[in-house]
């Protein structure tokens, strides 16, 4: 299977100046590849979330080698960072973040035009099909204030599909949800990786939802760390 991301020896740390420099990834070496679904667990603090956004493009390393689709990406300039990142990679946020003045479809369809300034042909019935996908063809109209927290990460997790993504990077994004609602999420993202063929990596703290995936990554000390064997 053909590599989506790929991390080597990526170290990540914060401060300077007056605060004093804490390294909080320690040279971490991950390697995604395509169709992959895979979890990202850890105590809080152990720089799940920092490990995202480098992956993301939203923060250069400081160390290490960080490859996207075969193209070098831990140094480009802002402009080449935001066409990659526009290009391959879809987001998902524990808070939706969805604009609250837009309707869910003018939502899913901000990435794409926040990436080419405008809509592309097929941009707003590709838009319309996702959402339809995930049982809000009748909602796509409506604000995200007139719908239910499940049904606002699902549009989240539309809109983080929109530009057709190779990889959707999701931090924590049932972490705001009941356990049912929950589940009903994460098993709309497996579906969708199995039915488009995209990676994901979805950060969760809840053990079960990270069991359930087919491959499991801990992050413990800003390092990765061995699985822990599966019991049962
Ligand atoms: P997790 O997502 O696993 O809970 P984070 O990646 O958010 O962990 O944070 C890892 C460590 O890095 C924490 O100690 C946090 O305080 C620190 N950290 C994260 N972002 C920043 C930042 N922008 N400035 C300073 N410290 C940060
Ligand atoms: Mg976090």
């Given at each position: 299977?053909?590599?989506?991301?790929r991390l080597?020896g990526?170290r990540?740390?914060?401060?300077g100046?007056?605060a004093?420099?804490?390294?909080?990834?320690?040279?971490?070496?991950?390697v995604?590849?395509?169709?992959?679904?895979?979890?990202?667990?850890g105590p809080s603090?152990?720089g799940?979330?920092?490990?995202?956004?480098?992956?993301g493009?939203?923060?250069p390393?400081?160390?290490?080698?960080?490859?996207?689709?075969?193209?070098?990406a831990?140094?480009?300039?802002?402009?080449?960072?935001?066409r990659l990142?526009?290009?391959y990679?879809?987001?998902?946020?524990?808070?939706?973040h969805?604009?609250p003045a837009?309707?869910?479809?003018?939502?899913v369809l901000?990435?794409?035009?926040?990436?080419?300034g405008?809509?592309?042909a097929?941009?707003?019935e590709?838009?319309?099909a996702?959402?339809?996908?995930?049982?809000?063809?009748?909602?796509?109209?409506?604000?995200?204030?007139?719908?239910?927290?499940?049904?606002q990460q699902?549009?989240?997790?539309?809109?983080a599909?929109?530009?057709?993504?190779?990889?959707?990077?999701?931090?924590?994004?049932?972490?705001?949800?009941?356990?049912?609602?929950?589940a009903?999420?994460?098993?709309?993202?497996?579906?969708?990786?199995?039915?488009q063929?995209?990676?994901?990596l979805?950060?969760?703290?809840?053990?079960r939802?990270?069991q359930d995936?087919?491959?499991?990554?801990?992050?413990?000390?800003g390092?990765?760390?061995?699985?822990?064997?599966?019991?049962?």
């Amino acid at each position: 299977m053909a590599e989506v991301i790929r991390l080597e020896g990526v170290r990540k740390g914060y401060g300077g100046g007056e605060a004093p420099w804490v390294e909080v990834l320690h040279g971490v070496d991950l390697v995604l590849h395509e169709g992959e679904f895979v979890s990202l667990a850890g105590p809080s603090g152990s720089g799940k979330s920092t490990l995202l956004n480098i992956m993301g493009l939203l923060e250069p390393p400081n160390d290490g080698a960080l490859t996207i689709a075969g193209e070098r990406a831990e140094a480009l300039d802002d402009d080449a960072r935001t066409r990659l990142r526009n290009r391959y990679l879809g987001f998902v946020f524990q808070f939706h973040h969805l604009l609250p003045a837009f309707s869910a479809l003018e939502n899913v369809l901000m990435p794409v035009f926040a990436g080419t300034g405008r809509l592309p042909a097929g941009a707003r019935e590709h838009a319309l099909a996702l959402l339809e996908r995930v049982g809000l063809a009748e909602h796509a109209g409506k604000r995200p204030v007139q719908l239910s927290g499940g049904q606002q990460q699902r549009v989240a997790i539309v809109r983080a599909l929109a530009n057709r993504p190779r990889l959707v990077l999701a931090d924590e994004p049932t972490g705001n949800l009941d356990t049912q609602t929950a589940a009903e999420v994460f098993a709309l993202m497996h579906d969708i990786n199995r039915e488009q063929g995209v990676t994901f990596l979805v950060v969760t703290h809840d053990e079960r939802l990270a069991q359930d995936c087919p491959r499991r990554v801990n992050l413990v000390d800003g390092r990765i760390a061995p699985s822990p064997a599966l019991v049962g």
